[in-house]
T-cell receptor, first 116, second 109 residues
Framework: SAVISQKPSRDICQRGTSLTIQCQVD?????MFWYRQQPGQSLTLIAT?????????ESGFVIDKFPISRPNLTFSTLTVSNMSPEDSSIYLC?????????????FGQGTRLTVV | GQNIDQPTEMTATEGAIVQINCTYQ??????LFWYQQHAGEAPTFLSY????GLEEKGRFSSFLSRSKGYSYLLLKELQMKDSASYLC??????????FGPGTRLSVLP
């Protein structure tokens, strides 16, 4: 199973600033995803991080607010830009291993973001 | 559209059996997954169904009926450490997941 290292694990940020979250995987994977989990709620997909091309964003999420990089098959970053208190959430990186179509997803430990 | 429903909260007693239901209506279907998430931690994989029927894995079993858009997770011999949120997720054709709202299970002594 893939091992994912995500950092920072938590941060407290001032409104109007930006935070970049890093996700490192111990193996090459095609599919990497970024999720948001707001307090007391389930996971919502922000975007699929594509290697060599722009990320694919879900409805309600835009590149200007959540720019994503995917420079290679083991690494991705998510930036939360111009933060407001509404952005306070847990952000999770997730991967699916290459190979079989229907495989489980593995998650990083998450980044707990508080915007003040 | 995508819609997944689960009960918000459930309570059960240590040693008992609990069934957590999940109903779904999604535009694509590539399997039904159950994840466990302890407070402050990342979700961890529990089970996967793509065909109708029951999958058993130790104390945990999961059932799927594709025609009814229905699944359940069965937890037997409950332990205190089973207190967590249980997330039902449907894999769609885009290779990602649509997660349900989660069921917070409290196991009481």
């Amino acid at each position: 199973s893939a091992v994912i290292s995500q950092k920072p694990s938590r941060d407290i940020c001032q409104r109007g600033t930006s935070l970049t979250i890093q996700c490192q995987v111990d193996s090459q994977v095609t599919m990497m995803f970024w999720y948001r989990q707001q307090p007391g709620q389930s996971l919502t997909l922000i975007a699929t991080a594509n290697q060599g091309s722009e990320a694919t964003y879900e409805s309600g999420f835009v590149i200007d607010k959540f720019p994503i990089s995917r420079p290679n098959l083991t690494f991705s970053t998510l930036t939360v830009s111009n933060m407001s208190p509404e952005d306070s959430s847990i952000y999770l990186c997730s991967v699916k291993e290459d190979g079989a179509m229907n495989t489980e997803a593995f998650f990083g430990q998450g980044t707990r973001l508080t915007v003040v | 559209g995508q819609n997944i429903d689960q009960p918000t909260e459930m309570t059960a007693t240590e040693g008992a059996i609990v069934q957590i239901n999940c109903t779904y209506q999604t535009s694509g279907f590539n399997g039904l997954f159950w994840y466990q998430q302890h407070a402050g931690e990342a979700p961890t994989f529990l089970s996967y169904n793509v065909l109708d029927g029951l999958e058993e894995k130790g104390r945990f079993s999961s059932f799927l009926s594709r025609s009814k858009g229905y699944s359940y997770l069965l937890l037997k011999e409950l332990q205190m450490k089973d207190s967590a949120s249980y997330l039902c997720a449907v894999g769609d054709y885009g290779q990602n997941f649509v997660f349900g709202p989660g069921t917070r299970l409290s196991v009481l002594p």
